[in-house]
Nanobody
Framework: VQLQASGGGLVQAGGSLRLSCTTP????????VGWFRQAPGKEHNFVAA????????YYADSVKGRFTISRDNAANTVYLEMDSLKPEDTAVYFC????????????????????RGKGTQVTVSS
């Protein structure tokens, strides 16, 4: 099952971007949808996640207070609003889903996500 991430681009430090993740209707309604990112030469790191059903969210410490994750159930879309962007936020951002809790997803590797898709590039210039 492919998730579709979009909305990446080039932005100056301090700027904002909003990423979108469109999910197919076959994903369980109790699933959690999350964002991971991969900087050049590094592993995927957890960014944020939100549960489809409850709306409970969880964030990595590095983005807490700057990024906001939200969902539109009718549109099968999860958003990641990124504000106060920093050069170290530069990465390819991927969305993924799994039947788990958001905090649990933060402790799992990206490879453990049964639902994944292609990423979108975010580049923050200094």
């Amino acid at each position: 099952v492919q998730l579709q991430a979009s909305g990446g681009g080039l932005v100056q430090a301090g700027g904002s971007l909003r990423l979108s993740c469109t999910t197919p209707g076959s994903i369980p309604t109790t699933a959690t949808v999350g964002w991971f990112r991969q900087a050049p030469g590094k592993e995927h790191n957890f960014v944020a996640a939100i549960n489809w059903y409850s709306g409970i969210s969880y964030y990595a410490d590095s983005v807490k207070g700057r990024f906001t994750i939200s969902r539109d159930n009718a549109a099968n879309t999860v958003y990641l609003e990124m504000d106060s962007l920093k050069p170290e936020d530069t990465a390819v951002y991927f969305c993924a889903a799994r039947r788990t809790a958001p905090q649990t997803m933060s402790r799992l590797p990206y490879g453990a996500m049964p639902y994944r898709g292609k990423g979108t590039q975010v580049t923050v210039s200094s």
